[in-house]
Each structure stands twice: as structure tokens, then as C-alpha cells.
């Protein structure tokens, strides 16, 4: 049996923190547009969904070590 290398062994976890970036990112871009109202519910829901990916991508690469 061959041993995976680093990265294919968190390539899921890595994605999901991709993932989550790149959220983050969209809600920095929304909140810095609408002057930095960041009560908007679109914005929330950008955020949200970021903290949940980046979660899920932590669990995975915690859970593949």
C-alpha cells in the first residue's frame, strides 16, 4: 500500500477553505460597497455561508490527519 502525499490527503479540506475565502472576500467587497453597511442580508448571508465552508474545510483537514 502506498502513502498519499500532503496534499491529496487534505485536498477536501483545502477546497472548502477555498471556498470560504473566497466568500469572505465577496462579503468584504459587499459591506466596503454599500458603505460599510454590513447589516444588509445579502451580506449576512455571504458571512454565513463562509463561516459554515471554513468550518466544514477545518473539520476536514483535522479529521484527515
Known amino acids: 500500500m502506498t502513502r498519499r502525499g500532503w ?24 459591506t466596503g460597497r454599500d458603505g460599510g453597511s454590513m447589516h444588509a442580508l445579502d451580506a449576512m448571508l455571504w458571512l454565513a455561508g463562509s463561516i459554515a465552508m471554513a468550518a466544514i474545510g477545518l473539520a476536514a483537514l483535522w479529521r484527515s490527519r
Open 7 to 30: 496534499w491529496s490527503r487534505h485536498a477536501l479540506g483545502l477546497w472548502f477553505l477555498g471556498i470560504a475565502a473566497l466568500g469572505f472576500m465577496r462579503w468584504w467587497m459587499k
